[in-house]
């Protein structure tokens, strides 16, 4: 789609008419109106509000000319999983899981890799080949070549691990050591727990990026434990086979 057909489709599905859009972004209707013929392209800093009005990325907005990749892990872009930056606008170099309000959620390419792989092994591409692949691939990729720049000389890491001690320091029977916290974020999170009583209660936002792991009970069997945490809270709940409504659910509010 060209320019001026996007700009009409999103104007549309947001329910705005031209004279509500330009208020929004700060230009006359007219000028709405010019995008929408084709006869002008909104400038730079124009595009910046729509993108942030409709949570679209601004190459979208030109009508994709560009094939996005994220230069952190590599994983094609697209307008649902883009990172966010600490005002809230999109980023549109790298994706929620590795770029999460202004913050890079890895500073280890290993531990990346490890997560990465066993998304990509299918009955076409084994683990070494996943592997063997992501190992060339990642160190090409902006972020890497430009780490000792973008790092933020183990910050976020050293947050990681004060949680995995605190996390540790519950003492949840059954649960093993929790040696890794990775960032998770939208259907991954978004779900709903069974309290003691059997309500159930969502307290996860979508939108929100979390730290979080999943891990087989040290007593056997197909029990497992799921972990999340933030700045504010740590819950730890178990869950059988299949994903079933978890029996244990513990909020620490931090």
């Known amino acids: 789609m060209n320019t001026k057909d996007i700009l009409h489709e999103l104007r549309v599905r947001s329910g705005l008419s031209q004279d ?11 000028a709405v109106s010019r995008w929408e013929n084709g006869e002008t392209v909104p400038n730079t800093e124009t595009l910046k509000l729509l993108s942030n009005l409709y949570q679209v990325s601004i190459n979208t907005l030109l009508g994709s000319p560009r094939r996005l990749i994220c230069q952190c892990c ?15 606008s ?7 899981w590795c770029y999460a309000d202004g913050t890079y959620t890895y500073s280890d390419m290993d ?28 160190p090409n990729l902006d972020y890497w070549k ?10 976020f890491e050293a947050f990681k691990q004060q949680l995995i001690r605190e996390i540790n320091d519950l003492h949840i029977e059954g649960m093993p050591k929790l040696e ?13 727990y069974r309290l003691p009583g059997g309500n159930k209660v969502k307290f996860l936002d979508d939108q929100t990026t979390y730290l979080g792991n999943q891990l087989e009970s040290e007593l056997g069997g197909d029990r497992c434990f799921g ?22 659910v513990l909020y620490k509010k931090r």
Not at 115 to 130: I, L, P, R, S
């Open 111 to 138: 531990n990346l890799i490890d997560v990465c792989v066993k998304h990509m092994v299918n009955d076409q591409f084994t683990e070494e080949q996943a592997r063997a692949y992501m190992k060339q691939v990642l």
């Open 74 to 88: 590599g994983m094609p872009l697209e307008d649902g999983i883009l990172g966010k930056n600490k005002d809230g």
């Open 180 to 192: 890794r916290l990775n960032a998770l974020v939208g259907s991954y999170v978004n779900l709903e």
């Open 227 to 248: 972990v999340l945490a933030n700045m504010d809270f740590i819950l730890i709940c178990t869950y059988g086979e299949g994903g079933s409504d978890p029996e244990l």
């Open 20 to 30: 509500d859009l330009a208020g929004k972004v700060f230009v006359t209707r007219q």
């Open 90 to 96: 999109l980023n549109e170099d790298y994706c929620q």
């Open 146 to 155: 430009r780490y000792q720049e973008l790092g933020d000389d183990g910050e």
